[in-house]
């Protein structure tokens, strides 16, 4: 992943910073391209997994769409280049402010999923005389096999609406004249590698577009969501995932009717290879029975492994001697600000530079400022000569 000379130019800067190999995000997003266009496809870039300008520009220029989780994701799409048409808009607690917000927009479709929310937004929408698209999001109940923190499609989750509240969404939309119903929406989870997950779901939202056809319903789209997973283990091996299958699952098993749009929102798959997290060796350590080895980056600048024991590999990219093992940690004040336990790395010692690999999804985006720690810097392969 890094050469001689880029090691070297990395020396040079400070950390810990984020790194971004534009030629790989380059080659994923040509490759989504492809393989979505031929089936006509529509694919939304889900910004909550990098919302980095130069990164979402361009996502865009590619002629993707956007998908929002917050009145600010929808903003910062708007000035990133995302054409408002293209913009979808899910959440559970979206606020008034935020609703407005995306009506002012004129975006694409809310997602919606309660009642209570289909019926401020049919409220926001007649007191500024427009009328709002939305898709309602469904809780499939469909198990994504991932992790329990990221699993979203079964009915103990807080998302989506759940098929024993269909009768009601109806006579909700019934009375809500500012509302059109244009799309049935699903998100089941995420890092989702078992593509019979997939399939599963295609099944069930067969079954459920069924159901509102048999009630004279019918929409211009179905939204599938996201989910698609990621190679953490072997970020070199697999550096981009298998979308020729993954969208050939859809184009196989779900039953579009004639004109009705598919739409997508990946997020994790298309940005996650292309970031590592730089960071310094700032000590090692001797514990009682391990030894750490202590980086200038922790929980603050990648979340994940804190916040739900997130694998990334690590290596250390400046030294080539025999393997050593040990605890690699960051320098937060909190336990759980660890990166790896027990992790075989080349001998290492006080300034070498670790990298941890698939960091370009759901990593800068969740930078805290816990401890007052600075924000990391982003740096991009195409801006270093
Ligand atoms: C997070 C999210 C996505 C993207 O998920 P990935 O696993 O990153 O592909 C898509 N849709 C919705 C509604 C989301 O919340």
């Known amino acids: 992943m890094f050469n001689k000379s880029r090691i070297e130019q990395f020396k040079h800067l400070p950390t810990p910073f984020y790194y971004y190999d534009m030629e790989l995000l380059k080659e994923t997003l040509d490759l989504i391209h492809t393989e979505s266009s031929k089936y006509g496809y529509?694919?939304?870039?889900?910004?909550?997994?990098?919302?980095?300008?130069?990164?979402?520009?361009?996502?865009q220029s590619y002629g993707f769409g956007a998908d929002c989780v917050s009145g600010n994701e929808v903003t910062r799409s708007l000035e990133t280049g995302f054409s408002a048409d293209k913009i979808v808009y899910a959440g559970v607690g979206k606020?008034?402010?935020?609703?407005?917000?995306?009506?002012?927009?004129?975006?694409?479709?809310?997602?919606?999923?309660?009642?209570p929310e289909i019926e401020l937004i049919n409220e926001l929408a007649e007191q500024t005389n427009k009328t709002a698209r939305i898709a309602i999001r469904i809780n499939p109940n469909v198990d994504a096999n991932t992790h329990h923190y990221i699993t979203t499609g079964i009915e103990e989750n807080k998302f989506g609406i759940n098929r024993w509240e269909f009768d009601?969404?109806?006579e909700t939309l019934e009375k809500s004249k500012n509302i059109k119903l244009e799309g049935l929406h699903f998100h089941i989870g995420s890092q989702i590698t078992d593509t019979e997950v997939f399939k599963g779901l295609c099944i069930r939202v067969n079954e459920i577009q069924q159901w509102f056809n048999d009630r004279q319903i019918f929409v211009d789209h179905l939204n599938v969501g996201g989910g698609f997973g990621i190679d953490y283990?072997?970020?070199?091996?697999?550096?981009?995932?298998?979308f020729v299958t993954y969208f050939g699952i859809f184009n196989q098993f779900l039953d579009l009717k004639p004109n009705q749009q598919l739409h997508f929102e990946l997020g994790r798959s298309v940005v996650a290879q292309c970031g590592s997290l730089i960071s310094k060796v700032l000590y090692i350590k001797n514990g009682a029975k391990t030894k750490?080895?202590?980086?200038?980056?922790?929980?603050?600048?990648?979340?994940?492994?804190?916040?739900?024991?997130?694998?990334?590999?690590?290596?250390?990219?400046?030294?080539?001697?025999?393997?050593?093992?040990?605890?690699?940690?960051?320098?937060?004040?909190?336990?759980?600000?660890?990166?790896g336990k027990a992790v075989s790395l080349p001998a290492t010692k006080r300034n070498d530079l670790i990298?941890?690999?698939?960091?370009?999804?759901?990593?800068?985006?969740?930078?805290?400022?816990?401890?007052?720690r600075d924000i990391a810097e982003s740096i991009f392969s195409d801006e270093l000569k």
């Open 95 to 115: 606020s008034d402010r935020e609703i407005l917000t995306a009506l002012e927009a004129g975006i694409f479709c809310f997602n919606c999923e309660s009642i």
């Open 42 to 59: 529509h694919v939304h870039y889900a910004v909550k997994a990098n919302a980095n300008p130069k990164i979402m520009k361009l996502v």
């Open 292 to 339: 750490f080895a202590i980086l200038d980056a922790g929980m603050t600048e990648l979340l994940r492994p804190a916040l739900y024991q997130a694998y990334h590999k690590i290596e250390n990219i400046t030294s080539v001697e025999t393997e050593e093992v040990y605890d690699v940690v960051g320098p937060i004040c909190e336990s759980s600000d660890s990166f």
């Open 233 to 242: 283990d072997q970020p070199d091996v697999n550096p981009i995932s298998d």
């Open 168 to 170: 009601s969404v109806l």
């Open 355 to 372: 990298a941890l690999r698939s960091a370009g999804a759901y990593g800068e985006t969740m930078a805290s400022r816990y401890n007052l």
